[in-house]
């Protein structure tokens, strides 16, 4: 896991920086998604009174380790302190906070002392899964998680990468959560292995929290190459080769060593992949976007302050491939045409044209093909991380759940009446 060892002295002057403000944005509708007492805690930190921090902390997220590594921090976007000079280190000191408090050994099981006798079903294992058990569980539920996958997490576990997250992290807070008394059922696909309906019978809730897996695809000329990957079916298997040590899972045609690697989308996921070729060996990694690129500083004529700030960043994957290769791999406004094919069906090229962002008469702006760009790119292997485009369907369809126009399933949660049901009795629906 890449991460800086703590350093009180920061530390200090850090939380020293946090306004105490009347009004904390970083908290707000555009900072914490989940509304982190930030200021609470930074206090507590300066003041030398971690025991206390971690209490704090823990009143708003179950998981601190894990928002601490891996969130984008909206909340540093949204602090005030950051509308003339840079923000404070807020995610830094989150993640000080839990890993001392785990340290110090002061998160310990609290198992429920009383059960309700309610016995809550949970499809998922990712963050909205766990966090959905952890509260369920406190208050006394019988909650069983079931997990298609081998291991409990989602994409805690298998989709962000060890050196983002390391995986001893996760399962110590997994561990501590079936200590406290919730069951945890790994390689069971409800909807396939198991009949959804049994579970909404034999349960007095079911909370569907699948997260969104199907992954957004390219048509283009080409695309049926051996060697073009969607991002997880790269980065899962790598996941698993490390955790299962000793047994190789890694199918070599899902290895990036020795290959001119091309990976399209710039996101997180991107960056993941980016990281991952590399630490395989990969000969070179070309990470193209579509959309152009972000300016240094914050524009606050159309992102001002406390959105959070569109501004050009280089991640951990992005600053190593400075580091090997002597320049940035990325390229922005870049739109894939085609991938090149060898006569025995592999890519062996990805041809791209740059993209001019104009308004349309409908006032969207949208890509437009720049004449006379084309390139062509060496590629043995092209990864595709262009986001997700919403929830499988065949748990869905087992439900007999409803999907709105973005295929989120269709709930009646209204802000600041958060009850997650769908339409179906008994089936809730989250994360």
């Not at 070729?277 to 579509?290: C, D, H, P, T, Y």
């Not at 065949?394 to 999907?403: A, E, F, R, T, V």
Request: with cysteine.
């Amino acid at each position: 896991e890449l991460q800086a060892p703590r350093n009180e002295v920061s530390l200090e002057t850090q939380s020293a920086r946090c306004m105490d403000c009347g009004v904390p944005f970083c908290q707000s509708d555009n900072g914490c998604p989940i509304g982190n007492k930030i200021p609470n805690w930074n206090d507590l930190v300066y003041k030398n009174k971690w025991q206390d921090a971690i209490k704090h902390l823990h009143l708003t997220n179950n998981f601190p380790e894990f928002t601490g590594r891996a969130c984008p921090a909206p909340c540093e976007g949204a602090c005030v302190l950051g509308i003339n000079e840079d923000p404070v280190s807020i995610k830094s000191i989150e993640n000080a906070i839990i890993d001392h408090a785990w340290d110090q050994g002061w998160i310990v099981a609290k198992p429920p002392k009383t059960r309700t006798g309610k016995k809550i079903a949970i499809i998922g294992s990712g963050p909205a899964g766990l966090a959905a058990a952890d509260q369920l569980n406190k208050v006394g539920h019988s909650v069983t998680i079931y997990e298609r996958n081998d291991r409990a997490g989602g994409l805690l576990m298998y989709g962000i990468p060890n050196m983002k997250l390391d995986k001893s992290v996760v399962e110590r807070r997994i561990n501590l959560m079936i200590e406290e008394g919730v069951v945890v059922k790994t390689g069971v696909n409800v909807g396939r292995d198991i009949d959804a309906q049994s579970l909404v019978d034999a349960n007095d809730a079911v909370l569907v929290c699948v997260g969104s897996t199907v992954p957004r695809d390219i048509n283009v000329p080409g695309r049926k190459s051996s060697g073009i990957h969607f991002a997880m079916d790269f980065l899962e298997p790598n996941m698993r080769s490390l955790l299962d040590e000793g047994v190789p899972t890694t199918d070599p045609a899902l290895s990036a060593k020795d290959k001119h690697v091309v990976v399209i989308g710039g996101g997180d996921t991107g960056t993941d992949c980016v990281g991952t070729a590399l630490r395989q060996g990969a000969k070179s990694v070309l990470n193209f976007e579509i959309v152009e690129r972000p300016p240094q500083m914050r524009d606050s004529s159309v992102n001002p302050w406390p959105l959070f700030p569109r501004v050009f960043r280089t991640d951990y994957g992005h600053e190593e491939n400075i580091l090997l290769h002597g320049k940035d791999q990325r390229d922005y406004s870049v739109m894939t045409e085609e991938f090149l094919t060898s006569q025995d069906g592999r890519v062996t090229g990805v041809s791209t044209i740059e993209a001019s962002w104009i308004k349309n008469n409908h006032g969207v702006v949208m890509p437009q093909r720049k004449p006379e760009t084309q390139k062509i790119h060496q590629a043995d292997m092209v990864l595709l991380a262009m986001g997700f485009t919403g929830p499988e369907r065949y748990l869905i369809d087992n439900l007999g759940l409803k999907q709105d126009a973005r295929t989120n399933i269709v709930t009646t949660s209204k802000y600041k009446n958060l009850n997650y049901r769908t339409g179906i009795n008994k089936v809730y629906a989250a994360g």
